[in-house]
C-alpha cells in the first residue's frame, strides 16, 4: 500500500510537559503523539515531525505536524483516533494529507506567538499557569509599543535569544509585533519568518522592561546593534507563552 504523508495542527496546554521534544524519561507532547501513533499503527514506530520545539511550560494552538503512515483512514478519522489515544492536555484540531514533499519544519514560512501578562490584583489560581502576573508592576502600554516598533524588520537577534543558541544565523525577520489590553489582560502577538531559541520570550522580557521603567524604548535599537546577549534583557517566563500558528506558502 502507498505512503501518503498526513499533516496535522496540534493544541496542547504544556503545563505538565517538559516541552515539545522527545527527552528519554520526560513526559513530552512528541513522545504521547508518538505513543498514539505506535497504537494505531498495531506497534509498528511511526515518528511524527513537528515545526519546531517548544520549552517546558509553553503552550500552543496550532502546533503543525506531519506523519508517513499507511493506513487509509479520513482526515476527520486521524483527528478522532488520534484524540481517544491522547491525554486530555493534547488535541489535534485537524488533519489533511499533504504532498510527500511537505516538511512540517522546512516548509514552514512563518510562525505567529503571543506572549499573555495578567493585570489581576490578586492572581487567580486558574490563570496562573497561562499568563504571567505582573503584580505591582504597571506596565505603560504605549512605552512598550514604541519599544516595539524597533523590532520591526530584518535584525541579527543574538542579544534577544538564549546564549545556548546553536544556529550559527540569527539574522530573522520580525513582519508584525502588537500589544493588546484585553480585559485583564496585555497580549503581544509576534509574527515572522522564524525565531531562535528564546528570542520571543526574551523581546517580551525587555517590552515588559520598558513599560515598567527599567529602560528606554531606543535602547532595543542599541542592544540590537551590540549583538551581545549580555546586554539583553531577562527572558520572561514560559508560562505566558503560546505558539499560536505555523504559516505555509505565501
Known amino acids: 500500500?502507498?505512503?501518503?504523508?498526513?499533516?496535522?495542527?496540534?493544541?496542547?496546554?504544556?503545563?505538565?510537559f517538559a516541552g515539545y521534544q522527545f527527552q528519554p524519561g520526560m513526559?513530552?507532547?512528541?513522545?504521547?503523539i508518538d505513543k498514539a501513533l505506535r497504537k494505531i499503527h498495531k506497534d509498528k514506530t511511526v515518528y511524527s515531525v513537528a515545526s519546531g520545539r517548544t520549552d517546558a511550560g509553553v503552550h500552543a494552538y496550532g502546533q503543525v505536524i506531519h506523519f508517513d503512515t499507511k493506513l487509509d483512514l479520513s482526515p476527520d478519522r486521524w483527528v478522532m483516533a488520534l484524540n481517544v489515544l491522547l491525554p486530555k492536555d493534547i488535541r489535534i484540531v485537524g488533519a489533511e494529507y499533504v504532498d510527500e514533499d511537505f516538511h512540517a519544519r522546512y516548509s514552514a514560512t512563518g510562525k505567529t506567538y503571543i506572549f499573555k501578562w495578567s493585570y489581576s490584583e490578586?492572581?487567580?489560581?486558574?490563570?496562573?499557569?497561562y499568563a504571567v502576573h505582573l503584580g505591582k508592576?504597571?506596565?505603560?502600554?504605549e512605552r512598550m509599543r514604541k519599544a516595539a516598533a524597533y523590532f520591526i524588520g530584518q535584525h541579527d537577534f543574538t542579544s534577544f535569544c538564549s546564549?545556548?543558541?546553536?544556529?550559527?544565523?540569527?539574522?530573522?525577520?520580525?513582519?508584525?509585533?502588537?500589544?493588546?489590553?484585553?480585559?485583564?489582560?496585555?497580549?503581544?502577538?509576534?509574527?515572522?519568518?522564524g525565531f531562535l531559541y528564546n528570542m520571543v520570550r526574551t523581546i517580551a522580557g525587555m517590552l515588559l522592561a520598558v513599560g515598567i521603567g527599567w529602560n528606554a524604548p531606543e535602547d532595543v535599537k542599541e542592544i540590537l546593534k551590540s549583538e551581545d546577549r549580555k546586554k539583553g534583557p531577562k527572558t520572561a517566563p514560559a508560562h505566558g507563552l503560546y505558539l499560536h500558528s505555523v504559516t505555509y506558502g505565501d
Open 1 to 16: 500500500m502507498q505512503t501518503k504523508r498526513v499533516k496535522a495542527t496540534v493544541s496542547y496546554d504544556g503545563t505538565q
Open 27 to 32: 513526559r513530552t507532547v512528541q513522545a504521547e
Open 122 to 129: 490578586i492572581q487567580s489560581p486558574f490563570e496562573r499557569n
Open 163 to 193: 546564549s545556548k543558541t546553536a544556529t550559527a544565523n540569527k539574522v530573522r525577520t520580525v513582519r508584525l509585533l502588537t500589544l493588546e489590553e484585553r480585559d485583564n489582560l496585555l497580549v503581544l502577538t509576534i509574527e515572522g519568518d
Open 137 to 141: 508592576w504597571k506596565p505603560d502600554v
